[in-house]
């Protein structure tokens, strides 16, 4: 019921609620796609809904109007994170950038991220890191042909960032007695998306033990720390090396072309994020892009066509040519709207109890944005089940992900957005465009369209529950 405080009207009601049940909440009703559910849930009940998962109590936000209130209108308020065990543990309690409380530790350290790896002038300085490994990439396909799509997409990124983070690849390195580090990754992420009971419902924190899965979360916290130790100490002695043979000038030199993050400090606090935050959400985009792409052939002759045109018959696209291929930028958006890698954004939470859409939201309470909803608001787009890159062309072309637009937010927004933006694009939109200049692309032998699985494995980042596997033929270059 609203009150009057000082003349002016005070909302005390909060936003609808589906029914609860005792001690869960509204737990049970979210499943496995936390993301459908809550879309459905929030078709029944409104854009903002009031839940409670066990004992703490949640907003979910399902428009673009909700999303800008929050990371707009009120995003000073909306700039703390939400406390998690597990993020607890696998980062270093809170001392990251990602999960930090909001204040100055979280400011320092994702100042110090854009300034060496993240900031445009830094993404651009690690142009020849992606150049070549998209060469390596465009090889290893030539050779296999029957290509493992989701696994060459996870290798790329992952080597794209250790290479511009801690300065060179680790994705054959056996860390810990031959355990490579892409299987330690996999494991990370896995972990930091698990649902963890004892978050939500305190007393039932043991079932955890009883699982085991504290010992999990405890054995990768510290092969993780273990790993990065290791690079620690690889690039003290290399930079103590390099000290002792070179003239201070080559060593500014190739510090800066080649090392993102510098010190121990930075190392450690910036190389988890980047892994944790950088390296699964931007492969499962090129994972859905060319799997939308091999559903409908035709957009991928017209991206086949863009990319050839541009590229002007050369074997390999370069960053200079993306800027004029406008139907790559289309698709990479569609693909953005339609499968947001985190389709419910980083949760946050309220300092100070505010009103939004004409509710009472408390202080404290966990904020969600179905990013992945919005992108398939009807309301907002048309046909929006449909994979259609046409949309983002002509006048649909100044919609964009950076954060202004809020039907389209794959990247959050505001303060606490994701300052990834460019250093996650300009790999993928590098890679998408070689792979379609340089390759004819089909589905295994014998597989029909309407074959190939669309199921999402659930987790933190929505990537494909089957991998990708295409075949590629090379485009024949004429002398
Ligand atoms: C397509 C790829 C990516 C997607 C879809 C993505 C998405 C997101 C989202 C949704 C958030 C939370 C935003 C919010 O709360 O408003 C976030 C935060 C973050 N992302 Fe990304 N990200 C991507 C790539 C990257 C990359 C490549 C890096 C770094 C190498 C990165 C680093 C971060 C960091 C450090 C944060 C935490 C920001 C903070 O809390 O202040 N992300 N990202």
Redesign the pocket.
């Known amino acids: 019921t609203p009150t009057t405080t000082n003349n002016k009207k005070r909302i005390t009601k909060l936003p609808p609620s589906p029914p609860k049940l005792p001690v869960l909440g509204n737990l049970h009703q979210l499943g496995l796609y936390a993301h459908r559910s809550l879309q459905t849930l929030a078709r029944r009940h409104g854009p903002l809904m009031h839940l409670r998962f066990g004992t703490v109590p949640v907003v979910v936000a399902s428009s673009a109007a909700a999303a800008r209130e929050i990371?707009k209108t009120h995003d000073h308020n909306f700039s703390g994170?939400v406390e998690s065990a597990v993020a607890a543990k696998l980062l270093y309690d809170y001392e990251d950038?990602?999960t930090?409380p909001y204040g100055e530790g979280?400011r320092q350290r994702?100042g110090v991220?854009v300034v060496h790896?993240?900031s445009n002038r830094r993404v651009q300085s690690f142009r020849r890191v992606r150049e070549e490994e998209t060469a390596i990439l465009m090889k290893r396909m030539r050779d296999q042909r029957v290509v493992d799509l989701s696994e060459s997409f996870a290798t790329l990124t992952n080597d794209v960032?250790c290479r511009a983070?801690l300065g060179r690849k680790y994705s054959e390195l056996g860390s810990n007695g031959g355990r490579k580090f892409n299987e330690l990754l996999l494991e990370f992420m896995e972990l930091l998306g698990s649902f963890n009971v004892g978050d939500f419902i305190p007393w039932l924190r043991w079932i955890n033990i009883f699982t085991g899965f504290s010992v999990r979360v405890d054995t990768i916290a510290k092969e993780f720390d273990d790993f990065l130790e290791e690079v620690v100490d690889e690039h003290t002695r290399k930079l103590e090396n390099r000290a002792s043979r070179e003239t201070e000038e080559d060593r500014e030199e190739e510090e800066e072309e080649r090392f993102g993050i510098i010190t121990k400090f930075e190392i450690v606090f910036c190389g988890q994020?980047?892994f944790a935050?950088?390296t699964d959400?931007?492969y499962t985009?090129l994972e859905w892009a060319m799997t939308e792409l091999l559903r409908h052939p035709k957009t991928m002759e017209r991206l086949r066509d863009e990319a050839r045109r541009v590229g002007k018959g050369e074997a390999e696209i370069n960053e200079d040519d993306l800027d004029e291929m406008l139907y790559l930028k289309a698709v990479m958006k569609e693909t953005?709207r339609m499968y947001?890698?985190?389709p419910l954004?980083?949760p946050?939470k309220p300092s100070r109890s505010v009103e939004i859409e004409g509710y009472h939201v408390p202080a404290g309470t966990m904020t969600m944005v179905n990013?992945w909803a919005i992108g398939r608001d009807p309301g907002i787009w048309e046909q929006p089940e449909e994979f259609m890159p046409e949309r983002f062309l002509n006048d649909g072309c100044k919609v964009d992900f950076r954060g202004q637009d809020f039907e389209l937010i794959?990247?959050?927004?505001?303060?606490?957005?994701?300052?990834?933006?460019s250093?996650?694009?300009a790999t993928?939109e590098l890679v998408l465009a070689n792979m379609v200049n340089g390759f004819d692309w089909s589905l295994p032998e014998g597989m029909r369209v309407d074959e190939l699985d669309m199921g999402e494995c659930p987790g933190l980042t929505i990537h494909k529950k089957v991998k990708l596997v295409a075949v590629c033929t090379p485009r024949q270059l004429h002398a």
Request: net charge positive; charged share 15%.
């Open positions: 990371m994170r950038i990602s930090a979280w994702r991220c790896l993240l960032v983070a994020d980047m935050a950088g959400t931007s985009v953005l947001p890698p985190i954004l980083v946050r990013a794959p990247f959050g927004a505001g303060r606490r957005g994701c300052p990834g933006i250093f996650a694009m993928n």
